[in-house]
């Protein structure tokens, strides 16, 4: 009996931590000064948005050298900022579309500590923004780890070409079921990020990418969003061999995205 109080005191502390250190899992802020000199390898423009709460969000946009073909509208990961996420630009820009990226709340020069719900609005309010210049039928919301759930959301209230999600989590508690499933996670997750009671709301294209090997969010995330959907995974979900990360240097990865956006680059 005794062991078994501890075992329960000791379980009890777990959630306790549990609940009070997601912020930092979900959340990894890298924050810059306002100072900070971004440096790239393509022209790019930095602009500050304010958000209808007053809150500076710092974003930058990359023109395609091409004649346009319309905008990507960039949701990136939980780390680092837009210092590491602009370098990516060219993998749009070099197949005719301009490219969009903001920092969410708390991340690089953006003021301000995130949050689920202020990122789905900052998010929505800049989307709003980018129609102003670009026709929905021309826009591509595209999503990596943290912000396929953004992406989902904005897809699902809006109109766009296509979302493409990138090793996208089917939820929250999902993916902390899939590492511990001995914890309540439904009960325990204060940003639940709900991907999966949304996409099947989303009327446009859907592309999914995912790792094989993804040990942080498991490949079962997308084949369970495919599902979602009522697709057969081998209709919307693209498997590479790798794992959460460096997707990008495969040349298949590479070689979907031409096939997505720049079919007449293709061989």
């Given at each position: ?12 502390f ?16 890298n ?17 500050n ?6 809150t ?61 719900e ?7 309010f ?36 296509m ?14 079921k ?16 709900r991907?999966?009671t949304?996409i ?44 959460h990360?460096?997707l990008?240097?495969?040349?298949q ?15």
């Amino acid at each position: 009996m005794k062991f078994l109080k501890w075992l329960i005191i000791g379980y009890c502390f777990i959630l306790v931590i549990l609940y009070f250190i997601q912020d930092l899992v979900i959340f990894q802020a890298n924050p810059l000064p306002e100072a900070y000199q971004f440096n790239f390898d393509q022209p790019f423009v930095e602009k500050n948005y304010t958000a209808p709460d007053g809150t500076e969000i710092n974003t930058l946009f990359f023109p395609t050298s091409q004649k346009s073909k319309g905008l990507v509208f960039n949701n990136h990961g939980n780390r680092r900022n837009l210092s590491r996420w602009g370098h990516s630009a060219k993998q749009f820009t070099s197949l005719g579309y301009d490219v969009f990226f903001y920092d969410y709340r708390g991340f690089g020069k953006t003021k301000g500590k995130p949050s689920e719900e202020n990122i789905f609005s900052d998010s929505a309010f800049l989307y709003g923004e980018m129609k102003k210049k670009y026709s929905e039928d021309s826009i591509i919301i595209y999503g990596r780890s943290l912000g396929s759930g953004v992406a989902t959301k904005l897809a699902a209230e809006h109109n766009p070409k296509m979302l493409i999600i990138e090793s996208a989590y089917y939820n929250m508690a999902e993916v902390g079921k899939m590492h511990l499933p001995i914890f309540p996670y439904d009960l325990l997750i204060k940003y639940p990020f709900r991907t999966d009671t949304r996409i099947d709301k989303v009327k446009c294209e859907v592309k999914l990418i995912h790792g094989t090997e993804d040990k942080l969010i498991p490949v079962e995330s997308s084949y369970m969003l495919a599902k979602k959907m009522g697709k057969s995974p081998e209709d919307v979900l693209t498997l590479l061999p790798g794992g959460h990360r460096g997707l990008y240097r495969l040349d298949q990865y590479q070689k979907k995205w031409k096939e997505w956006l720049a079919p007449e680059l293709l061989p």
